[in-house]
């Protein structure tokens, strides 16, 4: 898994211990995510499927994509469609990605990289595997996660976010046991590149075998973890939780995660993406590609993409 690595973890800035009157976050409920196709055929993990929206909240959905070794021929991505209402995050772990989209917004994003895609207003946007990897076929892993707009930015114009690597803040726990990465909002004070309109944290943490990661986390967010891949446990009760398998936590000054002793020879640490954001506390109408308030404010985003009023497809 390379995303971002660091040789010796020693270097990083530690993560502080939990102090006296530091609240561990308990583990509301463990779920596992089923798994199915997308766009034109890459296998997902729909990670917080059977989670109620409200502990998600300002989350929508986060599918897994991957993790796929391709053979020559079989890389696939999403056709053009269109967004409205919310951001996309997508985060490549392995392989390689290219996005476009009608408000000009795109590139190639690889391992360790991230796209940020505020639909807003709304626009169509197509991502798919470069030709070269379609030809050769590879190794393909990542995650989408899509964040709720609150309704006084429903509507903002388009931007898009090309988060590089090199650009995430890199820390470890406090006995170098773990890799931290930092993607976006702020953990023990330590800030990462990922501008957003909802105050959230997103984090990609490597967690050694037999190690555990005692990670500060906003008071005012909640949290939920997913596995990537690994086994190991949630919470200072240790939950267990393995690949594929997300745990909604509850109130607390911060959250445990801990690697099982032996991990299986694939997937030799434990991985793991932990989200948590404010809660927007908004009405939500979902349908599709459109995250609205009202169900005739998504009537009317369908009706704005059949008239054309996403913008046209690049020639």
Do not use: C
Request: charged share 15%.
């Amino acid at each position: 898994m390379p995303a971002v690595t660091v040789a010796d973890l020693t270097v990083l800035p530690r993560l502080r211990e939990p102090g006296l009157g530091d609240q561990p976050r308990p583990v509301w409920q463990v779920s596992t995510a089923p798994q199915g196709y997308e766009g034109e055929g890459f296998p997902v993990r729909r990670a917080f499927a059977g989670i109620d929206l409200q502990h998600l909240d300002p989350f929508v959905m986060m599918d897994q994509m991957g993790e796929v070794e391709y053979a020559p021929g079989e890389p696939k991505g999403t056709p053009w469609h269109p967004h409205r209402g919310f951001e996309t995050v997508t985060y490549i772990i392995d392989g390689v990605f290219d996005h476009q989209d009608s408000h000009g917004g795109g590139g190639t994003i690889t391992n360790g990289d991230t796209q940020w895609m505020t639909a807003g207003s709304g626009l169509l946007h197509i991502e798919s595997p470069p030709e070269w990897l379609v030809q050769q076929g590879g190794l393909f892993h990542g995650i989408q996660l899509w964040v709720n707009l609150p309704r006084d930015a429903k509507m903002n114009d388009p931007r898009y976010q090309d988060i590089r690597s090199g650009s995430v803040q890199l820390l470890t726990s406090s006995d170098a046991g773990a890799l931290v990465r930092v993607i976006a909002g702020t953990v023990d004070g330590h800030a990462g590149p990922g501008s957003t309109y909802t105050p959230m944290s997103l984090v990609h943490a490597t967690v050694e075998p037999g190690a555990r990661l005692d990670l500060p986390w906003n008071v005012d967010f909640n949290a939920l973890v997913y596995v990537l891949n690994g086994a190991g446990t949630v919470g200072t009760d240790a939950r267990p939780i393995h690949t594929g398998q997300a745990a909604v936590l509850g109130a607390g000054d911060y959250l445990t995660v801990a690697a099982g002793p032996r991990q299986e020879s694939r997937s030799p640490k434990l991985d793991v993406i932990v989200v948590g954001g404010r809660p927007i506390r908004e009405p939500l109408a979902w349908a599709g590609p459109f995250v609205m308030n009202t169900k005739s404010e998504v009537m009317q985003a369908y009706e704005d993409f059949q008239h054309g009023r996403f913008g046209h497809i690049p020639g």
